[in-house]
Structure formats: structure tokens, C-alpha cells
């Protein structure tokens, strides 16, 4: 059982926008940053949003994260075949004083 | 360049230790802001933290494996080592090491990962 939840799958066709979400508590996500991780099949994960909304040089505006309260949500607008890949929020708890991992969100292109 | 390597047994058997050691170049690990952690991801799960050690060598432990695991580092052959007690066949993973840069409180690079099956 994950201290941040997210939904088990999302799915949407090129181009469309989708949204992957993540819900925690006041001890992580309501307090501190969130970052996202994308996982493309067989190989390491890859930084891809820290700091809530930042994106590393590299990683395309396609990319968007955003954070309200003890929620934060990862945004893929324009969708392309690469995009499939499963994809898990991070962050902080200060309650367990530890690194926290979602339980990741496999994104399928259809 | 940064990168960061992952060694050690490919195969443990239940109740033996584990060790893992993250070997890094590209930066240093004395350096305020610097951290390397250990994440496991078993076949098919999630991404599971394990540990962290930071430049000051402070660290932190999973909470659910606090007692098992040991993490140091060695800043002159920068080398960070994590060590696992006990092993049983469910922590059979693959084991990551990350770093941490300060200025991202995000893991920035990866590892390739190294796989470590638990059988007898």
C-alpha cells in the first residue's frame, strides 16, 4: 500500500491531453514538493517533473505538473506513441521521515 | 557527466546479507545539496525507497525496513553502500541507485539498476 495514491492506469489517443493524478496527506504533498518519474518498459526511471512544476532541460512543455493541497496531477498534452510508460509520483513525508513513492500510473496510448 | 553504477551479487540466498554498492562520478558527494539514495522495484511493482545518505552523512531509512538496512558512503572513492539483512525472496528487485541535487530535492540521475534474486 502506497503512501501516495494514483490510479492504477490511464489511457488516450495521439494528440488528446491526459491527466495522471496523486493524492497524499498534510505530512507529504500538503507540505512539501512533488516530483514525477516516467518509466518507459526495461529501463531506469527518468526525471521528469520536480519542484511541483518544473521541468528539467530535455523533458518537452508537453510535460506539465501541478499541486493543490494534499493532490498534485502530472498533465501529457499532445499525446504521442513514446508518451506509454508508466509513470510514479515522489516526494517527501515528514511524518515517517522518508522518501514516499506513488504507486505508479501505467499510460497507455491507444 | 554524471552517472552512477550499481554492483553486487546477482543471487542471495534467503537469510543471507545483501550488499550493493553505488558507484558515482561527476560529482561529489561532500558538496552541500548532494544525495544518493537506494529504490527497489520488485517484478512488475512499484518503486520502493530503501535509504539515503546526504553530504553531511545524515541518513534515513524506509520505515517498514529500518531494521535490515544499513547505508554509508565513502567520499573518496565515491561509493555509497547499502546493506541488507536478512534476505527473504520477496525482496527479490531490482535495486537503483539515484542522486539527489539539492536544488531539485528530486532524484536527477539514475542508475541502470541492478537485478537481485533471493532463492535457495
Known amino acids: 500500500q502506497s503512501v501516495l495514491t494514483q490510479p492504477p492506469s490511464a489511457s488516450g489517443t495521439p494528440g488528446q491531453r491526459v491527466t495522471i493524478s496523486c493524492s497524499g496527506s498534510?505530512?507529504?504533498?500538503?507540505?512539501?514538493?512533488v516530483n514525477w518519474y516516467q518509466q518507459l518498459p526495461g529501463t531506469a526511471p527518468k526525471l521528469l517533473i520536480y519542484f511541483n512544476n518544473q521541468r528539467p532541460s530535455g523533458v518537452p512543455d508537453r510535460f506539465s505538473g501541478s499541486k493543490s493541497g494534499t493532490s498534485a496531477s502530472l498533465a501529457i498534452s499532445g499525446l504521442q506513441s513514446e508518451d506509454e510508460a508508466e509513470y510514479y509520483c515522489?516526494?517527501?513525508?515528514?511524518?515517517?521521515?522518508?522518501?514516499?513513492f506513488g504507486g505508479g500510473t501505467m499510460l497507455t496510448v491507444l | 557527466q554524471v552517472t552512477l553504477r550499481e554492483s553486487g551479487p546477482a543471487l542471495v540466498r534467503p537469510t543471507q546479507t545483501l550488499t550493493l554498492t553505488c558507484t558515482f562520478s561527476g560529482f561529489s558527494l561532500s558538496t552541500q545539496g548532494m544525495c544518493v539514495s537506494w529504490i527497489r522495484q520488485p517484478p512488475g511493482k512499484a518503486l520502493e525507497w530503501l535509504a539515503l545518505i546526504d553530504w553531511d552523512g545524515d541518513k534515513y531509512y524506509s520505515t517498514a525496513l529500518k531494521t535490515r538496512l544499513t547505508i554509508s558512503k565513502d567520499t573518496f572513492k565515491d561509493q555509497v553502500v547499502l546493506t541488507m539483512t536478512n534476505m527473504d525472496p520477496v525482496d527479490t528487485a531490482t535495486y537503483y541507485c539515484?542522486?539527489?541535487?539539492?536544488?531539485?530535492?528530486?532524484?536527477?540521475?539514475w542508475g541502470q539498476g541492478t537485478v537481485v534474486t533471493v532463492s535457495s
Open positions: 515522489e516526494g517527501w513525508d515528514d511524518s515517517v521521515n522518508a522518501r514516499v
Open positions: 498534510t505530512s507529504n504533498i500538503g507540505t512539501n514538493s
Open positions: 539515484a542522486r539527489i541535487l539539492g536544488v531539485y530535492n528530486a532524484f536527477d540521475v
